[in-house]
């Protein structure tokens, strides 16, 4: 039987959907761990419900969430600061809920997140393609990527690489 995969970038998200691919991302990436990630509390979770649609994409595998690419919309002297580590990642997230987020012209790729038995199948690679091509008709001049994984390096050069945006690099 063939797999059916689905994007939210396509059809839409429900906001349970949203809190199981956040139990995803918060699984994989130990968020709870380390208080420099975005943390996936109440707070974040309904901002980017009411917010962020665009700028997340929800995969499923017949009707099953496995996975999510999420990107934050950045202006350019967000970006600056998140760069050069003047802001954690968690202080950058807070500053883009804090402000409008019309005026963006960077795409940070901030996560992406697969269940194991979905991986290495390009559902984040196309996660991520999907959803720049929603947003590019906004100047999106730059992406930026903090890459804690050789797979995520692998997978934010692709981007770069199909997109054929600039590709910023935050050292861990």
């Known amino acids: 039987m063939m797999e059916k ?3 939210s970038s396509d059809e839409g998200f429900t906001f349970e959907e949203l809190l199981e691919a ?13 208080p420099e990630m975005m943390q996936a509390s109440d707070e974040n979770i309904k901002y980017i419900y009411d917010n962020l649609h665009d700028f997340l994409n929800i995969i499923k595998v017949n009707n099953k969430v496995v ?4 990107i934050f919309p ?9 760069i050069s580590k003047k802001i954690s990642e968690a202080e950058l997230f807070e500053d883009i809920m804090n402000k409008p987020i019309t005026n963006f012209s960077a795409l940070y790729l901030a996560g992406a997140t697969i269940t194991p038995e979905y991986r290495r199948k390009g559902l984040a690679f196309q996660g991520f393609k999907k959803t720049i091509e929603k947003v590019k008709t906004r100047k999106i001049t730059k992406l930026l990527y903090w890459p804690l994984l050789e797979a995520g390096e692998r997978l934010c050069r692709k981007i770069a690489e199909t997109t054929k945006l600039p590709l910023i690099k935050r050292n861990p």
């Open 5 to 7: 995969i689905t994007y």
């Open 22 to 34: 956040a139990k995803i991302a918060e699984k994989y990436f130990e968020l709870e761990d380390n």
């Open 67 to 70: 996975g999510s690419t999420f």
């Open 74 to 82: 950045c202006s350019e002297k967000q970006m600056s600061k998140f």
